[in-house]
Every structure is written in C-alpha cells, then in structure tokens.
C-alpha cells in the first residue's frame, strides 16, 4: 500500500493509472477503521482495478459543541488495516492540504436535510458534500463506497453527483453489525460499559419493528414511529434524538406504508451519539 498525503501526488498518481485503463474504487472515511469500513473495501476491490481509502475527521461537517476534537484516531493501527485488508492507496491529508484557505465556495444541500441527523446536525450535510465533491474530484473515481449506515448520507450524496453531473457511480454497502447486532460504528468506543451493554436494542427494536409493519400492525408512519419510540424509552438510558419514517432514497414523509420505507433513529449517550436504521421492503 502507497500512503499519500498531498492532492498532487494522489491525482497525478490517479491520471496515470487511469492512462493505463485502470478503474477506480474510492471509500472515503474518517478514520478509526472496523470492519464496516472495511467492508466498503471489500465491495471496492471487487469492481475496481484500484482501492483508494481517504482518512480525512473533515472539520466542516461538525458543528459547534460536537465531537470533532474527541472523535476517536489511530493512524498507525488505520494503515496496519487498509494495508491488510488490500487497500492500494491511502490518502490521509491534512486539515491544510483539503482546506489551504477558507472557502469561498461551498455546497448548500436543500433537500433531505430538514429531516433525521439534517434536522439535529444544522450543516452537516454541508459539510459533507463540501468534502465529499472535493475528494471526488481529486481521486477521479469510478466507485465510490458509502455504508447505509448513514443512509441519510447515501441519499444527499447521490442526489449531489446527480445534480452535478459527476461521473462517479455511487455504492451503497449493507451495515456491518457487532455479534450482539450493535452498528458497528468509530464512536462505540466512547460508550461506557453500562451503555455498550443496552445499545444492541436499538437494532432490536429496529427488527421488532420492521417484523411488525410487514404484518400490518401499523396503520400509517406515526404508529410506527410512536410505537419504536415507546420500546427505546423503555429500554434505553440514552435520550432520544429522534425516531422517524421516510420513504427511501427521497427522504419525503411517506403518504402510506408502502414501498421502500427508511426507519431510524439516533440516541444521545454521555460521550457518542448512536444512528441506526432499517430499510423496510413493504408490498402495496
Ligand atoms: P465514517 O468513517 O464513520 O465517516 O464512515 C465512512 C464510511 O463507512 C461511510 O460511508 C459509512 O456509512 C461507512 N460505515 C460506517 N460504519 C459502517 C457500518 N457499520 N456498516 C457499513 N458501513 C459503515
């Protein structure tokens, strides 16, 4: 594996291979790697001739008071694993090297982000399409890797190439889960034990609810959402952000329970807050 930590040397690096007529996977990422992340890689290195992995805690797509300085980092254990799990490049810039000056332009995502995290994040999807377009531009992919996890994510992200024009293909990847059905995310470090040992319901709760809209025991999305936020209430110390239901990947409230439903919630613990969801197949 090559480490690269300047936009010159990656893109000119990048120009060449694809001279060559190789194919490029980009997985952007913000470091402090599980197998979640690792699983985009593996999805990447079988369509692309190259895997490329930014590790890059973007300053901009955190708001103020929220964890951007406590945001878990090991850079020599992140390249141990890129480097084993067959990344080829690995991009990991500096605040300086994305950012050399402020910013006279940036994106503004209109669509999608008075919902979910958008609504509880003011900006963040700002932020994200900010770096995300520029790290597209710079690695000149093909792919690009990015975890239903953050579905909300997904849907911005694809709406921004279109909406721009950009020829990279975007990839949607299945959330990789602890054994215990935890997402696996970069801040379940920040949990305490106590915390840990609860945070699997929200994934049960999210499968208790899901099982029950295919049998039809929810009429419209406001039961569904009251009744999920009943059973986290009940189980949960953490506080609630929000639980909601939309359709997916427009991020619209849903007239009726029907088609591809987006269930998810986020929960407020002392040093993480968690996001989970579950996308709902429901036949009209
Ligand atoms: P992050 O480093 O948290 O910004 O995540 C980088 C990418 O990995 C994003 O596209 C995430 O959606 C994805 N990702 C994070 N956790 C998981 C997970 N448990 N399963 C699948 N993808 C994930």
């Given at each position: 594996m090559i480490e690269m930590k300047?936009?010159?040397e990656l893109?000119?690096?990048?120009?060449?291979?694809?001279?060559?007529?190789?194919?490029?996977?980009?997985?952007?990422?913000?470091?402090?790697?599980?197998?979640?992340?690792?699983?985009?890689?593996?999805?990447?290195?079988?369509?692309?001739?190259?895997?490329?992995m930014?590790i890059?805690?973007?300053?901009?797509?955190?708001?103020?008071?929220?964890?951007?300085?406590?945001?878990?980092?090991?850079h020599?254990?992140?390249k141990?694993?890129a480097d084993?799990?067959?990344v080829?490049v690995l991009f990991s810039?500096?605040?300086?090297?994305?950012?050399?000056?402020?910013?006279?332009?940036?994106?503004?995502?209109?669509?999608?982000?008075?919902?979910?995290?958008?609504?509880?994040?003011?900006?963040?999807?700002?932020?994200?399409?900010?770096?995300?377009?520029?790290?597209?531009?710079?690695?000149?992919?093909?792919?690009?890797?990015?975890?239903?996890?953050?579905?909300?994510?997904?849907?911005?992200?694809?709406?921004?190439?279109?909406?721009?024009?950009?020829?990279?293909?975007?990839?949607?990847?299945?959330?990789?889960?602890?054994?215990?059905?935890?997402?696996?995310?970069?801040?379940?470090?920040?949990?305490?034990?106590?915390?840990?040992?609860?945070?699997?319901?929200?994934?049960?709760?999210?499968?208790?609810?899901?099982?029950?809209?295919?049998?039809?025991?929810?009429?419209?999305?406001?039961?569904?959402?009251?009744?999920?936020?009943?059973?986290?209430?009940?189980?949960?110390?953490?506080?609630?952000?929000?639980?909601?239901?939309?359709?997916?990947?427009?991020?619209?409230?849903?007239?009726?329970?029907?088609?591809?439903?987006?269930?998810?919630?986020?929960?407020?613990?002392?040093?993480?807050?968690?996001?989970?969801?579950?996308?709902?197949?429901?036949?009209?």
């Amino acid at each position: 594996m090559i480490e690269m930590k300047t936009r010159q040397e990656l893109t000119t690096w990048i120009k060449k291979q694809k001279q060559l007529g190789y194919t490029i996977g980009f997985v952007p990422t913000m470091g402090f790697l599980h197998e979640g992340h690792l699983s985009l890689v593996e999805q990447a290195k079988k369509k692309a001739d190259i895997v490329v992995m930014s590790i890059f805690v973007n300053p901009l797509q955190f708001g103020e008071g929220e964890d951007y300085e406590s945001y878990p980092r090991d850079h020599d254990r992140d390249k141990e694993l890129a480097d084993s799990h067959g990344v080829d490049v690995l991009f990991s810039p500096g605040v300086e090297e994305m950012y050399p000056r402020s910013m006279s332009t940036t994106l503004v995502v209109h669509e999608g982000t008075d919902v979910l995290c958008g609504q509880s994040r003011p900006g963040h999807f700002n932020g994200v399409a900010t770096v995300v377009l520029k790290l597209l531009q710079i690695t000149l992919a093909d792919y690009a890797y990015f975890g239903l996890k953050d579905a909300q994510q997904v849907a911005i992200i694809q709406r921004m190439v279109e909406d721009f024009h950009l020829e990279t293909e975007i990839i949607p990847i299945d959330i990789v889960r602890e054994s215990d059905g935890l997402a696996k995310s970069s801040r379940n470090v920040n949990l305490n034990l106590e915390e840990r040992q609860e945070a699997p319901e929200i994934y049960t709760c999210l499968k208790d609810a899901s099982r029950k809209t295919q049998n039809e025991e929810f009429t419209n999305s406001t039961d569904l959402e009251d009744w999920v936020r009943l059973q986290l209430q009940k189980k949960l110390t953490g506080k609630i952000d929000y639980v909601q239901v939309l359709e997916f990947p427009s991020l619209k409230a849903p007239k009726q329970l029907e088609g591809k439903i987006l269930l998810a919630t986020a929960v407020y613990y002392k040093r993480a807050r968690l996001i989970d969801n579950i996308v709902i197949e429901i036949k009209g």
